[in-house]
T-cell receptor, first 112, second 112 residues
Framework: GDSVTQMEGPVTLSEEAFLTINCTYT??????LFWYVQYPGEGLQLLLK?????DKGSNKGFEATYRKETTSFHLEKGSVQVSDSAVYFC???????????FGQGTILTVHP | DTAVSQTPKYLVTQMGNDKSIKCEQN?????MYWYKQDSKKFLKIMFS???????INETVPNRFSPKSPDKAHLNLHINSLELGDSAVYFC???????????FGQGTRLTVV
């Protein structure tokens, strides 16, 4: 079955540091890939998406590129802020029914 | 206007009780989902409905019964609540042909 593996957390960074959260996947066919973010006490928000190989999703300074050859979708940001502190989830979508399979989540804490 | 709204946000109840969580979306989507987030933040799909028809039913105890009166609503009824049912339950919706799902704020269920 489909699966998503994320970098183990928690990740702690200083403000303005560079962020990478690794994500790899296993899927049949050609899934769409996503990063969702969950701020403390809130629901999940779609951060960015990519629907085919070599697509780059970007939003709020975050980027991720769909790499079919390495089955990866790593999340990056050049300069993190305290307000980026949250849990980040990598996910893939089953094209048949839209079912999302999530990674285990990575807790990011950014200190001033 | 909230796109996907769930009620209640918090639910504390005793073992053995029956409770319901309601979800409504005003995005005009035709597919709705229930996801469960456990204490380790892991998210897993429970059910999916497309135009009021059940299309995904993961391995979930029979005590959980979803009901979709129309394509804008998906409710979750839980009978004979157990301690292990304590979790955050998220409703989500999507549109066929568009892979991204939009989530509600979640319902934190605590069974005591």
């Amino acid at each position: 079955g489909d699966s998503v593996t994320q970098m183990e957390g928690p990740v702690t960074l200083s403000e303005e540091a560079f962020l990478t959260i690794n994500c790899t996947y296993t899927a049949t066919g050609y899934p769409s890939l996503f990063w969702y973010v969950q701020y403390p006490g809130e629901g999940l928000q779609l951060l960015l998406k990519a629907t085919k190989a070599d697509d780059k999703g970007s939003n709020k300074g975050f980027e991720a590129t769909y790499r079919k050859e390495t089955t990866s979708f790593h999340l990056e940001k050049g300069s993190v802020q305290v307000s980026d502190s949250a849990v980040y989830f990598c996910a893939l979508s089953d094209r048949s029914y839209g079912k999302l399979t999530f990674g285990q989540g990575t807790i990011l804490t950014v200190h001033p | 206007d909230t796109a996907v709204s769930q009620t209640p946000k918090y639910l504390v109840t005793q073992m053995g009780n029956d409770k319901s969580i309601k979800c409504e979306q005003n995005l005009g989507h035709d597919t709705m989902y229930w996801y469960k987030q456990d204490s380790k933040k892991f998210l897993k799909i429970m059910f999916s409905y497309n135009n009021k028809e059940l299309i995904i039913n993961e391995t979930v105890p029979n005590r959980f019964s979803p009901k979709s009166p129309d394509k804008a609503h998906l409710n979750l009824h839980i009978n004979s609540l157990e301690l292990g049912d304590s979790a955050v339950y998220f409703c989500a919706s999507s549109q066929v042909g568009k892979p991204e799902a939009f989530f509600g704020q979640g319902t934190r269920l605590t069974v005591v």
